[in-house]
């Protein structure tokens, strides 16, 4: 069974960092691309980031961008998101996501963990 | 990266169809058929519908259908039934590795 379980949210000032964890299992997890994607309390999802099986390619959402740096390590089954430079809209409970095709990518998102909540503020 | 432009909401009766209408642009979906459409049910994460346009995950009911035409990508639920009271995002590759979703629309089955 896909188990996808993010950690590292939490109450934190504007302009401070943060690091999100997401352990994943029940998949070669070395296989797939993996993303994160956010939605602010009562809002939309959006995109944040995603990063290829072999960390090769990775894109970022403009809003993120120069701020955020997304991350994996293929030998503990794990992604991560580094965020810097917070502020408050980035407040928004923030999810793991598998992508669904292996090595080749799709960016179509098949598991999701439950997420995690990240709130920016002073 | 702008967002896709989704109805906020849609509503319709039990065994009605209903269709949710995606706009984007010749950057999004005009220019790939990586289209994906994800129901939310309140207080649980997105669920894959579709992909690739019109595509089902197993498991997925033939009562989901999507298509595409120019900008414009559409998800239709027939046979509409109580559980598919939800929230359904659309998605679409928007090229160099990034990814737009649109706000939502939120169907209620009357």
């Known amino acids: 069974e896909v188990q996808l379980v993010e950690s590292g949210g939490g109450l934190v000032q504007p302009g401070r960092s943060l690091r999100l964890s997401c352990a994943a299992s029940?998949?070669?997890?070395?296989?797939?691309?993996m993303h994160w994607v956010r939605q602010a309390p009562g809002k939309g999802l959006e995109w944040v980031s995603g990063i290829s099986w072999n960390s090769g390619s990775i894109g970022y959402a403009d809003s993120v961008k120069g701020r955020f740096t997304i991350s994996r390590d293929n030998a503990k089954n794990s992604l991560y998101l580094q965020m810097n430079s917070l502020r408050a809209e980035d407040t928004a409970l923030y999810y793991c996501?598998?992508?669904?095709?292996?090595?080749?990518?799709?960016?179509?998102?098949?598991?999701w963990g439950q997420g995690t909540l990240v709130t920016v503020s002073s | 990266q702008s967002a896709l432009t989704q109805p906020a909401s849609v509503s319709g009766s039990p065994g009605q169809s209903i269709t949710i209408s995606c706009t984007g642009t010749s950057s999004d979906v005009g220019s790939y058929n990586l289209v994906s459409w994800y129901q939310q049910h309140p207080g649980k994460a997105p669920k894959l519908m579709i992909y690739?346009?019109?595509k089902r995950p197993s498991g997925v009911s033939n009562r989901f259908s999507g298509s595409k035409s120019g900008n414009t990508a559409s998800l239709t639920i027939s046979g509409l039934q109580a559980e598919d009271e939800a929230d359904y995002y659309c998605?679409?590759?928007?090229?160099?590795?990034?990814?737009?979703f649109g706000g939502g629309t939120k169907l209620t089955v009357l």
């Open positions: 996501a598998k992508d669904l095709y292996s090595r080749s990518g799709s960016y179509y998102f098949d598991y």
């Open positions: 029940g998949f070669t997890f070395d296989d797939y691309a």
């Open positions: 998605c679409s590759y928007a090229g160099s590795s990034s990814v737009v």
């Open positions: 690739e346009v019109s």
